[in-house]
């Protein structure tokens, strides 16, 4: 069976590097410009350039994000980017809009073209229109079912690639493309029936007080009537595995180390475990499950994977992640005493029991037994961000190893 490609997000040099080490085949970065996720810290020039080193290095490949849709005041700045790119060598760069996707075949032909998400694929026709024009890849959208990524796939050549999304943030809408007019009324707006519900007044009615309508307001944490559980199809790989998808990709390029390393060590071990026995897959799924909840998420759907979603896949009381870990750093290096040299992320103390994540899918229980500061003055607790710390455990870490603190759930 042909392996699909396992394609992670990295939000910085660092995270880029831990999904490296824990079992991407890909991943997919921002630059500082022309990107979807402004508010990510993204790459600078520099950085992308030692994590294109990086990851190549180690036989992955990296796929650069210029998916906007471009205005244009844009135009002359995506012809620099894209220039700028050349000499760095990606495998790929990931495109929404046609003019950005002319530029890049005029400027940079010797690099993949990949149509995003946003420029909506839902059908065969689409696929094959991107492929006449040099697309090699084009991402499946969010609202197709697996029996219609079959049928896409039966519909094209075989070396145009399909990527599809199986884990991460579901989103409700984006600009021109809403899902909420089929969502709520049958009538789809990306087929010209739009009802705008976007524009309708709501209220809640209580089951037991019919005809008492109370408005809905949204005070300084927002409102919850269009939060969406999180994509998650780590159970139902073998489908995904039989569908002729080329590259599974994970959301999140906002999302912290500790949370791709566990997104991306999971999916590996599945990926891996159903192409050598579907029977060891099987085997193994409640292990999956276990893992893949130890990051943060907002509870989990299959999203429109098996037909139209229903009330069942909304969250309608809070906006908040389920989080039963916390991110300490990861091992940068260890020392000839073999302390751990980490980048401090979240607090912790002498005494306190915490967990070794290694990439080979073990996790160790450790204790911390001592910390000292990076001129080498023992310290009670680490309470400051991005301090360097060296840290003394009861288990060996290896460099890349995580270090995580289990947290108490709410009963």
């Known amino acids: ?59 992955v490949k990296v796929y650069v994000t210029v998916n906007i849709l471009a205005h244009n005041r844009d135009l002359p700045g995506v012809k620099d980017y894209l220039l700028e790119l050349k000499g760095l060598k990606p495998d790929g760069l990931i495109i929404a809009d046609p003019a950005v ?151 999140g390029r906002m999302k912290t180390a500790l949370y791709v390393a566990t997104v991306a060590r999971t999916y590996r071990k599945a990926i891996d475990d159903y192409a050598k026995d579907p029977k060891e897959y099987k085997k193994n799924l409640p292990w999956y499950e276990e893992q893949i909840s130890n990051c943060t998420y ?33 091992a940068e290096e260890r020392d000839e005493r073999g302390y751990v040299r980490i980048t401090q992320r979240n607090k912790f103390t002498v005494g306190e029991e915490i967990e070794i994540m290694k990439p080979d899918g073990k996790n160790a229980a450790a204790h911390v037994l001592a910390i000292y500061d990076g001129e080498g003055n023992p310290m009670e607790s680490a309470p400051h961000p991005q301090q360097t710390l060296f840290v003394q455990l009861d288990a060996q870490a290896e460099v890349f190893d995580i270090l995580r603190r289990k947290e108490k759930m709410p009963e």
Not at 25 to 31: L, S
């Open 101 to 251: 996707f002319v530029y890049a075949g005029e400027i940079c032909p010797e690099i993949e073209r990949h149509i995003s998400t946003q420029a909506n694929n839902t059908n065969y026709e689409t696929f094959l229109f991107w492929y006449k024009l040099g697309a090699k890849r084009v991402v499946t959208a969010r609202e197709l079912s697996l029996e219609e990524i079959r049928e896409i796939r039966g519909h094209i050549p075989e070396d145009l690639e399909i990527e599809t999304f199986v884990h991460g943030a579901m989103c409700i809408s984006y600009s021109g493309r809403c899902l909420l007019s089929s969502f709520l009324a049958g009538r789809d707006a990306n087929q010209g029936a739009c009802t705008h519900p976007c524009r309708w007044k709501y209220a809640l009615m209580e089951e037991q007080r019919p005809g008492e309508y109370m408005p809905v307001f949204e005070n300084e944490r927002g409102t919850y009537i269009f939060n969406s559980k999180d994509l998650c199809m780590i159970a139902h790989m073998d489908d995904i595995m039989e569908s002729g998808i080329d590259s599974v990709k994970i959301e």
């Open 1 to 59: 069976m042909k392996k699909p490609e396992l394609l992670v997000p990295a939000s910085s040099l660092e995270v880029l590097k831990i999904a490296v080490i824990f079992g991407a085949d890909a991943v997919y970065i921002g630059g500082e410009a022309f990107g979807l996720r402004a508010k990510a810290k993204n790459f600078s020039m520099e950085e992308m350039k030692e994590g294109i080193a990086f990851a190549h290095e180690r036989g």
């Open 298 to 330: 907002r509870q989990f759907t299959t999203g429109f994977f098996y037909g139209k979603p229903d009330e069942h896949t909304q969250i309608y009381d809070s906006n908040t992640y389920v989080k039963e870990y916390t991110y300490l750093g990861y």
